[in-house]
């Protein structure tokens, strides 16, 4: 793997997916792997990153913006081996970040590049701003989608705005709460068709799916991750699979031309 942090998003194009238990759970996952993991919560103003893991921070973005906190005094580490950087929630002066508070969160994660291997990126649902900034400043970007029709169809309207507007050509695709293996890679094969019949140049992998489990349920509501509280089940198997599968990908050698976590680095590189 590349010396430099990898940064992915976690992204959806609607609400109630599952992205955020998908965030929580694969960086459980991998720092069960050995890697050093932090997860960004950027649902800036409906954070609940902390709720699933039943923790209460004293401190999160919020301070960062408007009350001089540094980035130490907001990470905060979990039982589970990897750290979060917790936001804040019913904050309406998070829902829209300016261009000076963009900047400022890209130059206080810097202090991370030494110490991290993975940076997820848990971003809100849509295609507000937030959540297209935070897209654009990962190096991957995970859609997370079920077989419901209006998650397929707001997935596309995502992977469409980020292509048309921004130029972002390159997705991984994860399926949550499938009943089984052929219904996620159906739902795959339609997301995939449209992109490739309507948006000229788009790719789009297939990272696999996480099926229907109760243990998922019961670990939301004991506010743990089921991939610690019950990992040998059907959903927390295949999370370990996706884990496995992110450990594969290596840090771009291209830049898209948008900016990025530890861009400087990049651009150095480059």
């Known amino acids: 793997m590349s010396d430099l942090p990898l940064v992915l998003s976690v992204t959806s194009g ?3 997916v599952g992205k955020t238990n998908v965030s929580v759970n694969l960086a459980c996952c991998l720092a069960r792997a050995g890697k050093r993991v932090v997860l960004l919560d950027a649902d800036l103003g409906l954070a609940n990153v902390d709720v699933l893991l039943g923790l209460t921070p004293h401190h999160n973005l919020f301070h960062l ?17 990897f750290s979060i950087l917790p936001a804040s929630s019913g904050m309406s002066e998070m829902l829209t970040l300016s261009t000076g508070q963009k900047l400022e969160l890209l130059e206080a994660v810097d202090e991370l590049e030494e110490q991290v291997d993975y940076l997820i990126v848990d971003t809100g649902a849509g295609i507000h701003d937030n959540v297209v900034y935070f897209n654009l400043a990962a190096q991957e ?8 029709p209006t998650s397929l169809t707001d997935a596309y309207a995502l992977v469409k705005v980020l292509k048309l507007r921004h130029g972002v050509e390159h997705f991984k695709v994860l399926v949550n709460m499938s009943p089984d293996a052929k219904s996620a890679r159906e739902v795959f094969t339609r997301l995939h068709a449209a992109s490739d019949h309507f948006l000229s140049g788009v790719s789009l992998d297939y990272v696999g799916f996480i099926p229907r489990d109760p243990a998922v349920r019961k670990a939301v509501v004991n506010q743990t991750p089921f991939c610690a509280a019950e990992p040998d089940c059907a959903a927390g198997q295949a999370m370990q699979q996706v884990a496995m599968t992110v450990q594969t990908w ?14 400087k680095k990049l651009l150095f590189r480059s």
């Open 250 to 263: 290596d840090v771009p050698e291209n830049l898209d031309g948008n900016i990025k976590f530890f861009w």
């Open 65 to 81: 913006f408007h009350e001089g906190a540094s980035l130490k005094d907001i990470l905060l580490e979990t039982p589970y081996g």
């Open 14 to 16: 609607k609400g109630g």
């Open 141 to 148: 970007r995970i859609v997370v989608l079920t077989p419901e």
